[in-house]
């Protein structure tokens, strides 16, 4: 459906190396070159900045490659609508989680996969910028991020859940025996919280700024696993969504304490490129996050 030399051209925007292209691909080197001078003669343009090693797309490079991954989104969307008229959902859904969503996010796949028993899920940890980027070149089906992350252009987003934050800490510390704590006061414990390129993290700063609190992240870990490994340890404590704990549980020796002045939540949903028609693979998985969104308690 898409010629063999623009799916080689992807592939080269996308490992920025030619052996490496070449390898996932898999054809030789010298194959793999060929076909992107073919593809250079038949358009009549430079697609590619060459040196002694690989230094980029030309502009016109990178709008080809632009138009290329349109054009393979296009021919997978109609292999998909062909295959589910004949067999239902088959293939890979590929889904970009950021990390504070992976423990929810299991609702979701395995409702779709109860429907869809012949499509293969992946499920990867990414930033949010990653998972926009990744959903922009084709890469990822959709993504789970903080709905307040996907208002661009070009995309849709349906809220599923509102997550409420709690400061995790010590059960024996300072914090014992109480209902709630400020957001001030939890400035003041030594913190482990996600690295600054993740979301969450973002959101959390941006809350201490809008106290006048002056936290520092005392450890930084892109991994919400690290996170209540570190915290159980008993040095430190962290700023987490209740849902983590609500699906994996609070650490032994460990306490959830709320978080206030101020109080807040924030939506969390699922991002797709704005197409229409969509692809099955994202219809059928933007109709389970809707049903999904319908089960989880509203905010007050």
């Known amino acids: 459906m898409i010629s063999r030399k623009y799916l080689y051209l992807i592939a080269l925007a996308r490992e920025k190396h030619f052996g490496r292209a070449a390898a996932a691909c898999h054809v030789s080197p010298s194959t793999f070159s060929a076909a992107i001078r073919d593809l250079e003669t038949e358009l009549g343009i430079a697609v590619v900045e060459r040196g002694k090693q690989f230094a980029g797309l030309t502009p016109e490079g990178r709008s080809v490659v632009e138009y290329a991954q349109r054009m393979a989104a296009s021919a997978e969307g109609l292999k998909q609508e062909l295959a589910s008229l004949r067999d239902g959902l088959t293939g890979r859904l590929r889904l970009g989680v950021i990390p504070t969503a992976l423990t929810v996010v299991a609702a979701l796949t395995s409702s779709f996969a109860r429907r869809h028993a012949h499509v293969t899920a992946e499920v990867l940890s990414l930033a949010t910028d990653e998972i926009l980027a990744r959903l922009r070149r084709f890469e990822l089906d959709a993504g789970i991020v903080y709905v307040e992350s996907a208002q661009a252009a070009g995309l849709d987003i349906v809220p599923i859940w509102h ?87 609070t650490p032994p020796g460990v306490i959830a304490i709320e978080l206030v002045e101020p109080a807040v939540d924030w939506a969390t949903g699922l991002v797709t490129l704005a197409r229409d028609p969509q692809p099955p693979m994202v219809a059928a998985l933007v109709a389970e996050a809707r049903a999904l969104a319908e089960t989880f308690e509203k905010p007050a």
């Open 163 to 249: 997550e409420r934050h709690v400061l995790l800490t010590g059960a024996s510390g300072r914090f014992a025996g109480r209902d709630s704590v400020s957001w001030a006061e939890a400035a003041t414990a030594p913190l482990a919280l996600l690295t600054p390129d993740m979301q969450n993290r973002k959101t959390i700063d941006a809350v201490f700024a809008k106290v006048g609190a002056d936290a520092t992240a005392m450890l930084e870990t892109n991994s919400i696993i690290s996170i209540l490994a570190h915290v159980a340890s008993g040095h430190w404590s962290s700023i987490v969504p209740r849902a983590v704990l609500e699906q994996v549980g």
